[in-house]
């Protein structure tokens, strides 16, 4: 594993390795970018098949659908990595300190699922939606940065959210699958970046029960994004 990546982890049908996700900017990649917001979102609500969120009062993202990432623009068009700078209507995306966002089931606004504030910046982030509509403790917006560089682009950098609300914590394993987890992640939580560059194998099991290995059918298993 020779090639600077982070990983996402949350519910999936499939794992989706490193190598198909190669294309990105070429270096230097400047980001935190002053010139404009980009956001994308992670729909992870398993009882959840869209999602709205509203910015600020805004409609950010309309009926977006329990999925991978944010691929198409909002006319419909592929966009690479799924970043967004502009709400529904078009107007742009600002930054901001403890801004509202909201989650409902309908593109109304409604039926509301959640609310929160986070902060939104410059740099190329990530909103990941997680829970369960019917366990209220359970949901979450997640506010990530992506765009954190290795320092040493020959290493592979990668980090991992935990975003299964049926499980409060996952052990990860590297080059000892029979032994004591590497890390252990909680949910909901965001995780420091860790050196994958010599793993050659990679085990993810409910904590505590190392032959508990999470099976990709029922886990939205690894969602591997390069540095970009």
Excluded at 7 to 35: E, H, K, R, W
Excluded at 104 to 130: E, P, R, Y
């Amino acid at each position: 594993m020779k090639q600077s990546v982070r990983a996402i982890l949350f519910v999936t049908a499939a794992i989706i390795f490193a190598n198909l996700f190669l294309s990105g900017c070429s270096a230097p990649c400047t980001y935190p970018n002053q010139s404009g917001v980009k956001v994308r979102v992670v729909n992870a609500m398993p009882d959840e098949s869209v999602i709205s969120i509203f910015i600020n009062g805004k409609l950010f993202l309309k009926d977006f659908p329990y999925d991978l990432q944010s691929t198409f623009l909002h006319d419909g068009s592929p966009v690479s990595f799924g970043y967004y700078s502009t709400y529904e209507d078009g107007s742009p995306l600002v930054a901001g300190s403890g801004v509202q966002i909201v989650i409902t089931s309908d593109a109304a606004g409604k039926n509301v699922l959640m609310k929160t504030t986070t902060d939104i910046n410059f740099h190329l982030q990530t909103l990941m939606v997680m829970g369960k509509a019917t366990d209220p403790v359970t949901e979450k917006v997640l506010h990530l940065n992506d765009d954190i560089q290795a320092s040493n682009p020959n290493i592979t950098f990668m980090r991992f959210v935990h975003a299964v609300p049926d499980l409060p914590a996952l052990d990860v394993y590297w080059n000892q699958p029979d032994g004591s987890p590497n890390i252990t992640i909680l949910y909901g939580q965001e995780n420091p970046y860790v050196d994958l560059t010599n793993a050659d194998s990679l085990k993810i099991t409910e904590a505590g029960k190392p032959g508990k290995a999470i099976n990709r059918n029922t886990l939205f298993g690894a969602l591997y994004i390069p540095n970009i």
